[in-house]
């Protein structure tokens, strides 16, 4: 970010980071996953919510990894006090088909549907 608190073209959307970082979060939801009975609830709950994590300051594990982080456009603050446009962003994954969507929006526009829906982006922290 600028001085100003400004988000420049060129700090958004970082296409190795963010596919590493998923694929650790990725991992992470596995692994909870396994867990017996109430694991796969733990999954989710970290799938749906890893970007507003007040343990992490408001990062997910990966994401806190690679050094990144999911913020408002708006002020630039971090989604710790944003829990639902974090649910927002994570749950079109849910959805099969839109995540054929998102994979084509993602690649083509550098850009999710989440981001876009919620007026977030990623940058590095």
């Given at each position: 970010?600028?001085k100003e ?10 296409f190795?980071e ?8 990725g991992s992470i ?9 109430i ?7 970290y ?13 997910s594990?990966?994401?806190?990894l ?6 408002n ?23 099969p088909?839109?995540?054929?969507l ?5 690649f083509t526009?550098s850009?999710?549907?989440g ?6 982006t990623?940058?590095?922290?």
């Amino acid at each position: 970010m600028t001085k100003e608190g400004k988000l420049q073209i060129g700090q958004i959307n970082f296409f190795t980071e963010r596919l590493l970082a998923g694929l650790v979060d990725g991992s992470i939801v596995l692994g909870l996953s396994l867990f017996p009975r109430i694991g796969w609830l733990f999954g989710l709950i970290y799938f749906l919510f890893k970007d507003s994590l007040p343990l992490l300051n408001g990062q997910s594990f990966g994401r806190r990894l690679f050094k990144i982080k999911v913020i408002n456009k708006a002020d630039g603050t971090g989604l710790m006090k944003s829990p639902d446009k974090a649910l927002i962003r994570q749950i079109i994954f849910l959805v099969p088909i839109l995540n054929l969507l998102e994979l084509y929006r993602f690649f083509t526009k550098s850009e999710r549907f989440g981001d876009t829906w919620t007026d977030t982006t990623v940058v590095r922290s």
